[in-house]
């Protein structure tokens, strides 16, 4: 891992096959992997094992040993003696081992020998409410990029529970110790008469002994994707009536008596132009298959960046990122042009747009809460920009048009899917040709999704709602 030779865990891998042949205790079969590339190898493995990969690209395998209980990752690169054992377990796609695999290993490792558990790289974890928010918060980030953590990460999406040991630090704990901590976790995964299933599978570690469960965290996820749907259903029910008209004092001097509606509520009676309660016909065709158009346009930038070469993706996302400022302009021209979008078109365009966007981001919160969270605070400007389905009441402050556009310009732009890029990238401190590169290798190899949440679900809604802003702008 990190770019560093494991070479006190080959060592011990080693020494523990030849320590544990002598022993006729066990129960299962123990199976030593040992490969050249922490990243493609324990991918390239566990797909020949359950025969998920390409006869063209991977050789099967010879020998199989039926269903794997666990898998435990030894990984020590340092010469010298470690202080404390950091503990990953974060999966592909921001999946998880069960817990009591995670629990089991803290056990172990402090309870019976004495060595400190560290999880998420915080090293120095005082147990105060920053510490956790902290802890957490990190271990949202890693789930929500959905990248493998460790060579384990290869193993989970086949309902292999597995975890990363690394020795980090510098203390007085050997060699040995490390060693009698795997014993110690195998003779636990010996034990094991099924698969872990007691435990949580979803959850979110603050600490090695704190974790919030999914439904503590989950409702959070739903009423971030609920903000879209009603919105959705605001837009709906806007797009049903009829265009507003004239001032209603010119209005009565030409309608009839007859042509009013006179309601009776709580004592009170009202006359309402019947034209004011008139339910309009919705033209639903042309909006629908131009969101679905613009979630198709999203496959894209999806090929564009798993597949050029790697010198070529900083120019690529810098063309990309210029040409996203003024795609919006060009599409919303293009329309006017060729094919004019009425007012109630342009609600039922943004109706369906943040509908989509809401029911997918309510599936994906069930997989990958963290991805799904991250996603809808970064769309949920979405939600306020462009016309308002709801007419603003006349004793509110008046703020002018210039600067209602000139805002919502600002903030669709500084959120778009390109602009949050390069920021998380300064933040980071990474280079943006180094994250593509990783995704790309993510994608192909791993089978990272995503990015298809990215481009397919996210930049559509993101386009679609800078075309409303473009037209409400100009």
């Known amino acids: 891992m990190d770019d560093e030779f494991n070479l006190s865990g080959v060592a011990l891998a080693l020494t523990l096959a030849r320590y544990f042949k002598r022993w006729s205790l066990w129960s299962k ?4 992997l040992i490969t050249s590339d922490s990243k493609a190898g ?19 395998l010879p020998l199989k040993s039926g269903a794997l209980e666990g898998a435990i990752v030894v990984d020590n690169p340092q010469d010298h003696r470690f202080e404390t054992l950091h503990v990953s377990y974060d999966g592909i796609n921001g999946q998880l081992p069960n817990l009591d695999l995670f629990n089991t290993a803290v056990a172990v490792s402090r309870g019976q020998h004495g060595i400190g558990a560290a999880l998420q790289k915080m090293w120095k974890h005082d147990d105060t409410y920053e510490d956790r928010l902290r802890t ?11 990248h493998a953590s460790g060579p384990h990460s290869s193993f989970i999406p086949y309902h292999v529970d597995a975890i990363t040991l690394r020795a980090v630090g510098d203390g007085w704990q050997d060699d040995m110790a490390l060693g009698r901590v795997v014993e110690s976790l195998f003779r636990s995964l010996n034990n094991l008469m099924e698969h872990f299933h007691q435990s949580f599978f979803l959850y979110l570690l603050m600490q090695t002994n704190r974790f919030v469960s999914i439904g503590t965290y989950l409702p959070s996820a739903m009423l971030v994707a609920a903000n879209f749907t009603i919105m959705a259903i605001s837009l709906w029910i806007a797009s049903g009536r009829q265009p507003p008209s004239t001032p209603t004092v010119k209005l009565t001097e030409k309608l009839k008596p007859e042509d009013f509606e006179i309601t009776k509520k709580d004592g009170m009676t009202a006359a309402i132009p019947k034209q004011e309660l008139a339910i309009q016909e919705r033209q639903l065709l042309f909006p629908a298959a131009l969101v679905l158009g613009l ?11 798993n597949n050029i070469p790697q010198s070529m993706f900083s120019t690529a996302m810098a063309l990309f990122s210029v040409t996203n400022i003024i795609l919006p302009f060009i599409l919303m021209r293009l329309l006017s042009t060729y094919c004019p979008l009425s007012p109630q078109q342009r609600q039922l365009t943004k109706c369906f747009s943040l509908l989509l966007l809401g029911m997918f981001l309510a599936t994906l919160a069930t997989i990958n809460f963290s991805l799904s969270f ?27 048009n210039g600067v209602v556009r000139l805002v919502q310009s600002i903030s669709v732009l500084a959120f778009s899917p390109p602009m949050i ?3 998380a990238c300064s933040l980071a401190g990474l280079s943006a040709e180094f994250v593509l590169t990783q995704a790309a290798f993510g994608w192909r190899v791993w089978g990272v999704w995503t990015q298809v949440i990215i481009w397919c679900v996210w930049w559509p809604a993101w386009l679609a709602g800078a075309i409303d802003v473009a037209h409400y702008s100009l």
């Open 29 to 32: 079969d123990i199976i030593f």
């Open 374 to 400: 991250i996603i809808g605070l970064l769309s949920a400007p979405l939600s306020l920009v462009g016309q308002s389905p709801v007419p603003r009441p006349a004793n509110t402050l008046a703020i002018p």
């Open 421 to 423: 890029f390069y920021i």
């Open 42 to 60: 324990p991918q390239a493995w566990v797909e020949a094992y359950h025969d998920g990969h390409s006869p063209l690209e991977v050789e099967s």
């Open 295 to 305: 979630h198709f346009l999203g496959v894209v930038p999806l090929y564009i960046f």
């Open 136 to 146: 957490m918060l990190r271990g949202m980030t890693n789930q929500g990029l959905g």
